[in-house]
C-alpha cells in the first residue's frame, strides 16, 4: 500500500466510533473536496491529502484543548510508515494551522496546500452536511435547537467561544454564514458560495415552521 492507503487505514481505524462530526466520513468528504480544489493549483498532491487524513486525529477540543496532540500523533504516524522528513513538517504545520479557532488566534505560518485543506474542511461546515453536523454537534452538547430570546453573539473572543451554550442556530449567524467570505481558493469560494444559498434557504424554511406558517 503507498503512504494515501496506508493512512486512510490508519485514521479510518483510529476513529472508529467517533461523534458524528468527526467521524470517519468528516475525514472521507474533506480527502474528496481537498481533491477536487487542488486539481485547480499547484500543489503538492501528497501533502494535501495526508493533512485532509490526518487534520481531525487529535481534535482539542476533546482533548483539554491541546492543540499539539493532533500535529504530534499524525508525525508519529507518519514517521512510522517512512514518509519523508519534509513532508511531515508540513503536514503538521497544516493541521495546527487549520481550525477556526487557530485563525481567530494568530497565524504564523502558510502555504497553497493548508488553504486547500482549510477550504476542504471549511466546506464540510456548511450547505447540508453542514446544517447536519451543526445540529448533531448540538445535540451532543445539548442545546437549544434555537430560542428567539438568546441572540447571536458576533464579537466572541477565542475562550467564550470554546465555552458558547447558545442554541445551534446562533451557530449559523457565529460561523457558518461567515466561512464563504474566508476561502481561500476560486473554486472553494464557488463551492462555498452555493452552499452559502442553501443555508439561507434553509434559514428562511426554520423561522417559517418555528411560526407555525404554512
Ligand atoms: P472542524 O473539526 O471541521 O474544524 P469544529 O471542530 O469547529 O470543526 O466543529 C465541528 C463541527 O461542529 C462543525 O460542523 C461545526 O460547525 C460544528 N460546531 C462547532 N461548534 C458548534 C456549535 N456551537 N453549535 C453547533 N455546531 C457547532
Ligand atoms: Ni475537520
Redesign the pocket.
Known amino acids: 500500500m503507498n503512504p494515501i492507503q496506508l493512512t486512510e487505514q490508519y485514521v479510518k481505524s483510529s476513529l472508529e466510533g467517533a461523534e458524528g462530526?468527526?467521524d470517519w466520513w468528516h475525514i472521507f468528504r474533506v480527502w474528496q473536496t481537498a481533491k477536487t480544489i487542488a486539481a485547480e493549483e499547484y500543489v503538492d498532491i501528497e501533502v494535501v491529502e495526508l493533512a485532509a487524513l490526518l487534520h481531525?486525529i487529535a481534535?482539542s477540543?476533546f482533548h483539554d484543548g491541546d492543540e499539539e496532540i493532533g500535529p504530534a500523533k499524525a508525525g508519529e504516524f507518519l514517521k512510522s510508515i517512512s514518509v519523508n522528513e519534509e513532508t511531515i513538517k508540513h503536514v503538521q504545520q497544516i493541521i495546527r494551522n487549520m481550525?477556526?479557532k487557530a485563525s481567530l488566534g494568530e497565524r504564523d505560518f502558510h502555504s497553497k496546500e493548508l488553504e486547500v485543506v482549510q477550504d476542504a474542511?471549511r466546506l464540510?461546515?456548511i450547505g447540508a452536511i453542514?446544517i447536519a453536523?451543526?445540529f448533531s454537534?448540538?445535540g451532543f452538547k445539548q442545546?437549544e435547537f434555537y430560542n428567539p430570546d438568546i441572540p447571536p453573539n458576533l464579537n466572541m473572543s477565542k475562550e467564550e467561544y470554546k465555552k458558547?451554550t447558545a442554541p445551534?442556530i446562533n451557530?449559523f449567524y457565529e460561523?457558518?454564514l461567515l466561512l464563504k467570505d474566508k476561502m481561500n481558493t476560486d473554486t472553494g469560494r464557488r463551492m462555498a458560495q452555493q452552499r452559502h444559498e442553501f443555508m439561507e434557504l434553509y434559514l428562511e424554511q426554520f423561522y417559517g415552521e418555528w411560526q407555525g406558517e404554512k
Do not use: I, P
Request: charged fraction near 40%.
Open positions: 462530526g468527526h481531525d481534535d477540543k481550525s477556526f474542511d464540510d461546515a453542514g453536523r451543526a454537534y448540538g442545546r458558547s445551534t451557530h460561523k457558518l
